[in-house]
């Protein structure tokens, strides 16, 4: 009977008795270890979407760089099974050279003509692209036109001005016939012209790119602003440098800046056409590094002048970054 009565009243051996307190595992701390696990990954998820990149930049930038910095500190790198250590005589090796310092200043001045006539081209070709004063059919067309040295790499624009400028070229046959000279120029084989030819030809490869960012740039400035300031008796030209110009700037700015770094680096163009002379007289930075590393096997002098370069271009990007975070 007490057996039967304790089955009826669920009081058998593993039921809970009435009121008693059912005894829990605590899951507070599964939980908290949970969500620190999942904080964690959410902390992570950005640097694992960036790791490809850096990886890259590391393996094909950094390393390099890192690589060509230790070149520089030491005497006969690749050259010498054992090379030592001498500090910064690379860089004072270098420094000595006059060759060096005459590559420098030909460099700033191929870099800085190109970037003043870039800027100059590009803007007056975008203004007349921009201009409703000539027919629709005809900018179309004056538009194929002004871009199509910027479809030409560099070996095929290096070829295009060797043949153009050549002492029997077609230079020289039309500067003759109109009378503005009596002789036959040699613009690439002469001290005299031919940095002043390599620039041109580069200021011809490079204006496209601010033609066609500058054009962007003044199909988006609002036309009331043009239309308010003509109501105000404004002339064209104080439009031009009161609305224009200003609306302008960060593009000319930025792409100024862009182009002062690539062109400072240029090699192939001068390659191609003059190699660096006649007489060092075309030499820059890129040349006179490669010369070094290639036709002289001084690796640790070459590495010396490209940090140089690196240093230069560096300069330059870091008033970039400073003007992109101002904007």
Request: hydrophobic residues 50%.
């Amino acid at each position: 009977m007490n057996s039967a009565n304790d089955s009826l009243t669920g009081t058998h051996a593993g039921m809970p008795k009435p009121g008693a307190r059912h005894s829990r595992t605590p899951k507070s701390g599964i939980r908290k270890q949970g969500m620190l696990s999942y904080k964690t990954k959410k902390r992570l998820v950005p640097f694992l979407y960036v790791a490809p990149a850096a990886f890259l930049f590391s393996l094909l930038m950094l390393f390099p760089m890192i690589t060509v910095l230790r070149y520089s500190l030491m005497d006969g790198a690749i050259m010498k099974k054992n090379a030592v250590f001498v500090g910064l005589q690379n860089y004072v090796t270098i420094f000595n050279d006059p060759v060096f310092w005459q590559s420098v200043a030909q460099t700033l001045y191929f870099t800085v003509m190109s970037v003043v006539f870039h800027l100059l081209i590009g803007l007056a070709f975008a203004l007349l692209l921009n201009t409703q004063r000539i027919d629709p059919t005809l900018r179309s067309i004056l538009r194929v036109l002004y871009i199509l040295p910027w479809l030409f790499t560099a070996v095929i624009i290096a070829i295009i001005w060797r043949l153009l400028l050549d002492p029997n070229g077609v230079i020289n046959s039309i500067l003759i016939a109109l009378h503005i000279v009596d002789f036959k120029v040699e613009w690439f084989s002469s001290t005299k012209t031919a940095l002043h030819a390599l620039t041109f030809a580069n200021i011809w490869a490079g204006y496209p790119l601010y033609m066609v960012s500058l054009l962007a740039g003044l199909q988006g400035i609002p036309k009331e602003l043009y239309e308010a300031a003509g109501i105000d008796g404004a002339t064209e030209v104080q439009k031009f440098r009161y609305i224009t110009i200003p609306q302008l700037m960060p593009i000319i700015i930025s792409i100024a800046l862009l182009d002062f770094i690539w062109t400072m680096q240029v090699f192939p163009l001068v390659w191609m056409t003059t190699g660096g002379g006649p007489i060092h007289a075309t030499e820059v930075l890129s040349t006179y590094t490669y010369k070094l590393a290639f036709s002289s096997y001084e690796f640790s002098q070459a590495s010396a002048s490209a940090i140089f370069i690196l240093i230069m271009s560096m300069s330059v990007t870091y008033f970039y970054i400073k003007h992109q975070k101002a904007r």
